[in-house]
């Protein structure tokens, strides 16, 4: 009896102080793991005991090791591969970059092809799709009303394949908006990232960037991470782009 009550009692603190939290699992799928800020999604996931498919075309280059990541040979450009690696998962992230051909358009951008390939191999899977979430573009949010950050770069300056990747991205975000059939997130980083520590505290936007008292539109790579996989655990953003800064 007495045993009963203690473990009763233990039961309740855990509750109480959030330790041990009691979300399940996820099976998540990472594309683009071996990247800057897929590292930070990757750790984060599996910080939190989640199951981690990491993808890469190259998984020799994916260094971390973790009971719970397992590493595969994948590439967004094939529809087979694409299928056979997210089938069965409960979320997949996409955080990948890179101009395919030389057409430099918009269509051309690494992100927006991923968003069509991976809502066209999800949609047939109806109610046991994943959920998507996109790693997004700052230059599709809005630095004043009704203008983006992409309008505002001084094109001049910009690398050719760094501005096909903009509008690339703010592309995406225009296909994910006609998307209604597959539960899809777009989550957009504020214009500058840095290195700073986890600190779990940020703030949660829409369109508009967000910025701090200093007039700055920051957060680091790690507490974005953090914010992916509250949305990965949470879904509390089905269809709609949200924005991450302090
Ligand atoms: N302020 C901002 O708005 C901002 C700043 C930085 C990044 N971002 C966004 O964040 C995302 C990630 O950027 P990052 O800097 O972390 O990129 P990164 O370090 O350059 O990494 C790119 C990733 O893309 C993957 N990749 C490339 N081609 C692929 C393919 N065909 N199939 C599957 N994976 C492929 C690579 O994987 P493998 O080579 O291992 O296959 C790699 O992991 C991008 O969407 C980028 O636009 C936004």
Same mark, same amino acid.
């Given at each position: 009896?007495?045993?009963? &009550?203690?473990?009763?009692?233990?039961?309740?603190?855990?509750?109480?102080? $959030?330790?041990?939290?009691?979300?399940?699992?996820?099976?998540?799928?990472?594309?683009?793991?071996?990247?800057?800020?897929?590292?930070?999604?990757? &750790?984060?996931?599996?910080?939190?005991?989640? #199951?981690?498919?990491?993808?890469? #075309?190259?998984?020799?280059?994916?260094?971390?090791?973790?009971?719970?990541?397992?590493?595969?040979?994948?590439?967004?450009?094939?529809?087979?591969?694409?299928?056979?690696?997210?089938?069965?998962?409960?979320? !997949?992230?996409?955080?990948?970059?890179?101009?395919? $051909?030389?057409?430099?358009?918009?269509?051309?951008?690494?992100? @927006?092809?991923?968003?069509?390939?991976?809502?066209?191999?999800?949609?047939?899977?109806? /109610?046991?799709?994943? &959920?998507?979430?996109? !790693?997004?573009?700052?230059?599709?949010?809005?630095?004043?009303?009704?203008?983006?950050?992409?309008?505002?770069?001084?094109?001049?300056?910009?690398?050719? /394949?760094?501005? !096909?990747?903009?509008?690339?991205?703010?592309?995406?975000?225009? @296909?994910?908006?006609? !998307?209604? /059939?597959?539960?899809?997130?777009?989550?957009?980083?504020? &214009?500058?990232?840095?290195? $700073?520590? #986890?600190?779990?505290?940020? #703030?949660?936007?829409?369109?508009?960037?967000?910025?701090?008292?200093?007039?700055?539109?920051?957060?680091?790579?790690?507490?974005?991470?953090?914010?992916?996989?509250?949305?990965?655990?949470?879904?509390?953003?089905?269809?709609?782009?949200?924005?991450?800064?302090?």
């Amino acid at each position: 009896m007495l045993r009963r &009550r203690v473990l009763f009692i233990g039961l309740a603190v855990l509750l109480a102080t $959030g330790i041990g939290h009691a979300e399940p699992a996820l099976n998540i799928v990472i594309y683009g793991a071996t990247g800057e800020i897929g590292t930070h999604i990757v &750790r984060e996931a599996l910080q939190r005991d989640h #199951r981690v498919t990491a993808v890469s #075309r190259n998984p020799a280059g994916l260094e971390m090791q973790h009971p719970n990541l397992s590493t595969v040979k994948g590439d967004l450009l094939d529809r087979a591969s694409v299928s056979a690696i997210v089938t069965g998962k409960d979320v !997949v992230i996409v955080s990948v970059r890179g101009v395919i $051909g030389d057409s430099a358009t918009p269509e051309s951008a690494l992100q @927006f092809i991923a968003a069509e390939m991976l809502v066209d191999v999800l949609f047939p899977m109806g /109610d046991n799709a994943p &959920r998507l979430i996109h !790693v997004g573009g700052s230059g599709s949010l809005e630095v004043e009303p009704g203008v983006l950050f992409a309008e505002k770069l001084p094109k001049i300056l910009l690398p050719k /394949d760094l501005e !096909v990747e903009i509008l690339g991205q703010i592309l995406a975000l225009e @296909f994910y908006r006609k !998307v209604d /059939d597959v539960h899809w997130t777009y989550i957009t980083p504020p &214009r500058n990232f840095t290195n $700073g520590e #986890r600190s779990g505290v940020f #703030r949660i936007g829409g369109d508009q960037a967000l910025k701090d008292s200093r007039g700055r539109t920051r957060v680091s790579r790690a507490d974005f991470a953090v914010a992916i996989i509250d949305e990965a655990e949470q879904a509390m953003y089905p269809r709609q782009r949200i924005s991450v800064a302090y």
